[in-house]
C-alpha cells in the first residue's frame, strides 16, 4: 500500500502544480496547501478500501431463521462513495430488506451490522449508484440465499450538486430487488411503508 500511496501523492502533487498553472493566484505554499497531496492520497485509498474486500469479509457469520418469515429491513445506512466519472464523492442512505427463505433447510439471518457493513464495503469503491444498489442487492443473495431482497439508495451526487448542473437539492434514487420482492407487488409496498411511514 506505501508504493501505491507515493505514486499517488505524487500524481496529486501535479495535479495541484497544474491548477498553480491555470489560477497564479492558487498558493503552493499556503501551510494548508503543502501536504495536501500526501492527504489526499489518503483519503482516495479510504474512499476506495472496498476494492480489497469481499462479501465473505462482512457476511463471516448467519444463523438459522427460526423459521422467520417476515421482512428483516434495516433503514437509513448511511454510506459515502465516489462516483467513477468525476471522482467526487456522492452521499446517502441505503435501504436494505430480505426476506428470509424458511422452504430451506439452511434458511439464514444475518446480524444487523452485518447488513451496514455490506453497505459500506459496496460504497467504497468508484461506481455508479446504480451498480452500487444491484451489487448489495446480488452480495445478500449470495450470501444469505434469501426468498427475496430488497435495497433502494438514495444519493445526493457532488458532479452534480457542486458542479455542472449545480442542483444542490437533488436526489437520486435507485433501487435493485429480487425473488418475492419482484414477484409480490404488495411486499414490495409493505418495503416502500416501512422506509417511508
Do not use: D, H, I, W
Given at each position: 500500500m506505501f508504493e501505491a500511496h507515493k505514486?499517488?501523492?505524487s500524481g496529486y502533487?501535479?495535479?495541484?502544480q497544474a491548477l498553480k498553472m491555470a489560477y497564479?493566484?492558487?498558493d503552493l505554499n499556503d501551510p494548508n496547501i503543502t501536504d495536501s497531496h500526501n492527504r489526499m492520497a489518503r483519503a482516495l485509498l479510504?474512499?476506495?478500501?472496498?476494492?480489497g474486500a469481499t462479501n465473505g469479509d462482512?457476511?463471516?457469520?448467519?444463523?438459522?431463521?427460526?423459521?422467520?418469515n417476515e421482512v428483516i429491513l434495516l433503514k437509513d445506512i448511511d454510506f459515502t462513495s465516489l462516483c467513477a466519472h468525476h471522482f467526487i464523492p456522492?452521499?446517502?442512505?441505503a435501504h436494505v430488506a430480505y426476506l428470509p427463505d424458511v422452504t430451506q433447510q439452511d434458511g439464514r439471518v444475518v446480524g444487523l451490522s452485518k447488513l451496514a457493513r455490506i453497505v459500506d464495503v459496496h460504497a467504497q469503491r468508484?461506481?455508479?449508484?446504480?451498480?452500487?444498489?444491484y451489487s448489495i442487492m446480488e452480495a445478500l443473495k449470495s450470501e444469505l440465499r434469501p426468498a427475496g431482497v430488497m435495497v433502494v439508495v438514495q444519493a445526493a451526487h457532488g458532479c452534480l450538486t457542486c458542479r455542472g448542473a449545480r442542483k444542490a437539492n437533488a436526489i437520486m434514487l435507485t433501487s435493485a430487488l429480487d425473488g418475492k420482492f419482484k414477484e409480490d407487488p404488495k411486499l414490495r409496498q409493505e418495503f416502500l411503508a416501512l422506509i417511508h411511514p
Open positions: 505514486l499517488m501523492a502533487k501535479t495535479v495541484l497564479p493566484a492558487f479510504e474512499m476506495c478500501s472496498g476494492l462482512t457476511v463471516n457469520a448467519t444463523f438459522p431463521s427460526e423459521k422467520y456522492f452521499t446517502g442512505v468508484p461506481q455508479l449508484q446504480e451498480r452500487m444498489c
